[in-house]
Each structure stands twice: as structure tokens, then as C-alpha cells.
């Protein structure tokens, strides 16, 4: 027998406000002008904005997923051959130029890194650990916490953060073709991870925050059997 859903229907208006009000404080905080960018940001910065992002991207992608789930999935729309055949470019035919300009977009499930990225990871903390013991030797080479940082990546998430949060409708249209594809596709990953970050649920959040996440958070697992069970 399988439990019914927890449904947050009245809520979830009032919780992606407060999502909004957060990032809206966020790019107070940051100093952002009408373009909402910062090519260089101090490294302690970054380090706090990353966990900011992290808190309200995943608190944005519950809300979004709730959202989706609580009327019918669509049924699964087939990959086309047209679609299939784009993804093998054949021998001899040049790539297709990438774009000059390309807009972030809000990243909607969470998995696991591949193998690749936890490669690339292992390579940037051995890299970190190599300047950090040159650092020993020569103090005026070491990472100080005010030293100046690439901020791309960071400003590139909270740019699709901002997006999503502009344009829910869009999102949740996104979301539920997703989500049938998964339901079709069992090999697919769940869009939800059983563990919450801890930038969500850490001392440094207000009770009321952590209570809000918690909230979501219970209400998102008990949607992943429908997925299972479709």
C-alpha cells in the first residue's frame, strides 16, 4: 500500500516568495549592478555565495517539483528520429558552431557526479593542496580569503536562479516533461536526493528556514514512489 503524497498546494506561493526575497538580498549583499554580474569576487565570498545558492536553488527545484507532481504527469513524448540522429554528427561533417552567447539554465533534478566530474574535482583539491604547501614555504603566496577569484560559474548559477524564480510557469513545463521521461525510463535517476545539502539544514540557517526546507523537502520524498510505481 502505498502512502499518499503530502500536498503543500496552499504553501508553495508563500515559500517561493520567500525563495525570491532571498535571492533578491543576495544580489543586495553581492553589490550587483543592472547586469547582475561580477567577473572577480573575493575568495571567502564566493565561498559563502556558493552555500547561498545551494540553499535556495535546492528549496527552488522542491517547490518546482511539487508543483509538477501534484496534477497528472503527461505521457512521455518520444524521441524524434530527427532528435536522435542530431545527437551522431557523421564522420567528415563539421560541428555545428557554438553560440556566442548562451543563457544559463536552472538545473532541475540532482544526481550524482559522473566519474568525469569527480576526476575533475579530485584534480582542482590536489591543485589547491599543491599552492597551499607552496604556500607554507613562501606566506606571500598563500590563498588568503580576500583574494580575488573567477566568480563565472557562480554568477552563471545565480543568473539561472534569477530566471527560474522569473518565470515559474516555464519551469514546471520543463519540469513535467522530466518527470514523465523518468517515469517512462526507470533507468533514469530520481530528480530528488534522499540526503538534503547541508547548506540547507546547518546551524547557519534561521529555525524557520530549516523548518521550511524540512517541510519541502519530506513533502518532495513521499512523490518519488508515483515515479517508481508509474
Not at 543563457?103 to 582542482?124: C, G, I, M
Request: glycine residues 4%; hydrophobic residues 45%.
Amino acid at each position: 500500500m502505498m502512502i499518499s503524497p503530502v500536498r503543500l498546494s496552499a504553501s508553495l506561493g508563500l515559500a517561493w516568495a520567500f525563495a525570491g526575497q532571498q535571492a533578491a538580498a543576495l544580489a543586495t549583499r553581492l553589490g550587483l549592478g543592472p547586469l547582475g554580474m561580477r567577473a572577480f569576487l573575493p575568495r571567502a565570498v564566493c565561498r559563502a555565495m556558493d552555500g547561498e545558492l545551494k540553499r535556495l536553488e535546492t528549496m527552488v527545484r522542491r517547490i518546482l517539483f511539487l508543483t509538477a507532481m501534484e496534477t497528472p504527469l503527461p505521457e512521455a513524448e518520444p524521441v524524434s528520429p530527427s532528435k536522435a540522429a542530431a545527437k551522431d554528427v557523421p564522420l567528415g561533417r563539421p560541428a555545428p558552431e557554438p553560440r556566442v552567447f548562451t543563457l544559463p539554465v536552472f538545473r532541475l533534478t540532482e544526481t550524482s557526479p559522473s566519474p568525469a566530474q569527480k576526476a575533475s574535482r579530485l584534480a582542482a583539491r590536489l591543485a589547491a593542496r599543491a599552492r597551499y604547501e607552496a604556500g607554507r614555504a613562501d606566506p606571500d603566496a598563500r590563498p588568503g580569503p580576500h583574494d580575488l577569484v573567477p566568480a563565472k560559474r557562480l554568477m552563471n548559477r545565480f543568473a539561472a536562479l534569477e530566471q527560474a524564480l522569473s518565470d515559474p510557469e516555464a519551469q514546471v513545463i520543463r519540469f513535467r516533461r522530466k518527470l514523465a521521461r523518468i517515469r517512462a525510463d526507470k533507468s533514469l535517476p530520481l530528480p530528488v536526493a534522499d540526503v538534503p545539502p547541508a547548506a540547507c539544514t546547518g546551524l547557519q540557517n534561521r529555525p524557520v528556514t530549516r523548518d521550511l526546507f524540512w517541510t519541502l523537502h519530506d513533502a518532495a520524498l513521499s512523490w518519488l514512489p508515483v515515479l517508481d510505481s508509474g
